[in-house]
Structure formats: structure tokens, C-alpha cells
């Protein structure tokens, strides 16, 4: 029983005193849209992303990392390389706001009490949800048929560094995989009514949006206390 009592009181100390530890900060950078308008390119930032971010650093590995992102996002045809796309001239814009919880996961130790420069690539994913406008094309008019709210699935890879006893500076790109394909105003038809609108591109994947940046966050929370027996 005092074995038992001794190892309970061990694993809530952990808890406690890796919760003491927590970063809040911005992120800011480019985005750029995958789909059926304008250039393919994964990484092609065109426009300013920017937003909040906050982390709970639950271990030295792992951290529960929620954020909230702002983008307008754009594409022309005239951009892109396919000769196809640029007889068409196609483009649109839209306006893409994201909140994103989930959990970021270090390749090795990141303990930010141990008084050492530290620098670790990292990588991200969780749950998203966005809100953007619905939009869809009369002609060569684009028209916008309400507001939208849509979930998406993160995939970030970044490397973030120390350059102090308590800011974090990173790098990192984020594809965002949607369960949409109207953010271009490629398929009116998920918007039910769309005034005789006509579908175009491939209406079988689905759209995609990239954020590319760097992060700036502020540790803080007691150093550990860790328990002894």
C-alpha cells in the first residue's frame, strides 16, 4: 500500500508540475489554395495569414496547442501552368478564418526549465474548424451565396528554437485538408440553391489551403518541483 500511495503521488506530481508550463504568442506569414483555380503549387504563399496561438506544454514531447488563424486566400488562373487554366481565366477570392486544436509532438526532448538552448522539429494535427464565404459563378461574375462553416484536417511540420529564457521562435507549414470543394466556387451544388450555377474543375477532390510562416510565442508557469522518494 505505501508503494502504491508513493507512485500515485509520483504521477500527479508529474502532472502537476508539467502543467505549470504554457506558451502564448502569434503566428504570422503567407497562405496560399489548392483546387481547381489558378496554380497547384503546395507552397505558394500569396497573400498575409496571421493569427493567435497558445500551447500546453503536457510533457517534454508532447503539447496541446490551440490557435486561431485569419487569411483571405486568391487564385487566377492567369498564374497557373497549365494552358488550359489560363484560356479559362478564372479567379476568385475568400475570406478563411480557422480555430484548431490538437496536439503537436516533438522529435525529441523539449524541456523548457532545463536553462539549455534547445531546437526541435515538430509536428502538428488535430481538429479544425473554419468559417469562409460561399461563393459560386454566374458567368464570369463570382457571387457569394452566404457563409459557410466547414471542418479540415491540419498536417504542420515545423522547427522552433529558444532565443531566450522565454521566447520560442519557429517555422512551419500547415496543409489544411477540407470537406469542401466550394471555396473556389468550383461546385455550387453544395450550396442547394445556386441559381443554375455550373460545376467545374474536378468535383471529386476536394479543396485545399496552406499556411506558411513563423510562430513568436512567451513561456511561462513555475519551474518544476519534481517529488522525491
Known amino acids: 500500500m505505501r508503494h502504491l500511495t ?22 504570422v ?11 497547384s503549387s ?10 493567435l496561438l497558445f500551447k500546453w506544454n503536457r510533457s517534454d514531447r508532447h503539447s496541446f496547442r490551440f490557435s486561431l488563424l485569419h487569411a483571405e486566400i486568391n487564385a487566377d488562373d492567369a498564374n497557373s501552368d497549365e494552358p488550359r487554366r489560363q484560356q479559362r481565366g478564372y479567379k476568385f477570392t475568400n ?11 516533438t522529435f525529441w526532448e523539449w524541456n523548457l526549465h532545463n536553462g539549455k538552448r534547445q531546437a526541435v522539429p515538430y509536428l502538428y494535427t488535430g ?13 464570369i461574375e463570382l457571387k457569394r451565396g452566404g457563409d459557410n462553416i466547414n471542418i479540415a484536417i491540419p498536417a504542420v511540420v515545423g522547427f522552433k528554437a529558444t532565443i531566450g529564457r522565454h521566447l520560442i521562435a ?4 500547415g496543409a489544411r485538408y477540407t470537406f469542401t470543394d466550394n471555396l473556389d466556387g468550383s461546385n455550387p451544388e453544395e450550396l442547394g440553391s445556386d441559381g ?4 467545374f474543375g474536378n468535383i471529386n477532390t476536394n479543396d485545399w489551403y496552406v ?3 513563423i510562430t513568436l510565442t512567451y513561456s511561462f508557469g513555475r519551474k518544476p518541483c519534481y517529488c522525491n522518494f
Open 6 to 27: 508513493a507512485f500515485i503521488i509520483m504521477i500527479f506530481c508529474t502532472t502537476y508540475t508539467y502543467s505549470q508550463t504554457y506558451e502564448i504568442g502569434g503566428f
Open 29 to 39: 506569414g503567407g497562405a496560399n489554395y489548392i483546387g481547381d483555380v489558378g496554380n
Open 42 to 51: 503546395f507552397i505558394n504563399p500569396n497573400s498575409l495569414a496571421g493569427g
Open 95 to 105: 475570406n478563411i478564418t480557422e480555430a484548431s486544436l490538437g496536439i503537436e509532438y
Open 127 to 139: 481538429l479544425t474548424g473554419f468559417y469562409a464565404n460561399q461563393i459560386f459563378r454566374d458567368g
Open 170 to 173: 519557429g517555422f512551419e507549414v
Open 196 to 199: 443554375g450555377a455550373q460545376p
Open 211 to 213: 499556411f506558411t510562416g
